[in-house]
T-cell receptor, first 114, second 113 residues
Framework: AQSVTQPDIHITVSEGASLELRCNYS??????LFWYVQSPGQGLQLLLKYFSGDTLVQGIKGFEAEFKRSQSSFNLRKPSVHWSDAAEYFCAVWNNNAGNMLTFGGGTRLMVKP | DAGVIQSPRHEVTEMGQEVTLRCKPI?????LFWYRQTMMRGLELLIY????????DSGMPEDRFSAKMPNASFSTLKIQPSEPRDSAVYFC???????????FGQGTRLTVV
């Protein structure tokens, strides 16, 4: 069965510090990979996606993510976190062997200290 | 386009009552998804439609849940009768294809007391 794992449930970083949120998936082939952000009381917004090509993808709000096939990972990074980045972040995977649907990880809640 | 529109934003109902959640997808999107979000189970796909036809409803928890899409611009998720354990945030999302970006509505927070 497919799965998406976000090992960190909560992360706290200081404003201005760098950030890395982890995401691991389990599939045989290369899936399509997504990162979404959810602010309190809001729906999910797409930050970035990877389908093929360059394994380092740039997204909105200064985020980037790197696909590493050997590690089955798609970690999200940001060099300098802003207080407005406090939110919950979801990694998601689409695979056509999984009934054509997006599977989400459990999410990582990011808190930003002033 | 105004994005995916869900109504109501909040719903409080008594156990045993019927609840209907509504969704208007983005015009031109062929796929519509209903998700449920809880602290315990995270985001779960309940059902999705392609061109108004239900494709996979394996995520629907019980027969108390039903979803319809009578036309390309409207879908409903109904719970009858509702139970306290149905309390959650229900999201609707739409996309052009299943492997492209899904656009989410702001969700309906359902509380069953």
């Amino acid at each position: 069965a497919q799965s998406v794992t976000q090992p960190d449930i909560h992360i706290t970083v200081s404003e201005g510090a760098s950030l890395e949120l982890r995401c691991n998936y389990s599939y045989g082939a290369t899936p399509y990979l997504f990162w979404y952000v959810q602010s309190p009381g809001q729906g999910l917004q797409l930050l970035l996606k990877y389908f093929s090509g360059d394994t380092l993808v740039q997204g909105i709000k200064g985020f980037e993510a790197e696909f590493k096939r050997s590690q089955s990972s798609f970690n999200l990074r940001k060099p300098s976190v802003h207080w407005s980045d406090a939110a919950e972040y979801f990694c998601a995977v689409w695979n056509n062997n999984a009934g054509n649907m997006l599977t989400f990880g459990g999410g990582t809640r990011l808190m930003v200290k002033p | 386009d105004a994005g995916v529109i869900q109504s109501p934003r909040h719903e409080v109902t008594e156990m045993g009552q019927e609840v209907t959640l509504r969704c208007k997808p983005i015009s031109g999107h062929d796929y519509l998804f209903w998700y449920r979000q809880t602290m315990m189970r995270g985001l779960e796909l309940l059902i999705y439609f392609n061109n108004n036809v239900p494709i996979d409803d394996s995520g629907m928890p019980e027969d108390r849940f039903s979803a319809k899409m009578p036309n390309a611009s409207f879908s409903t998720l109904k719970i009858q009768p509702s139970e306290p354990r149905d309390s959650a945030v229900y999201f609707c999302a739409s996309s052009l294809f299943t492997n492209t970006e899904a656009f989410f509505g702001q969700g309906t927070r359902l509380t069953v007391v």
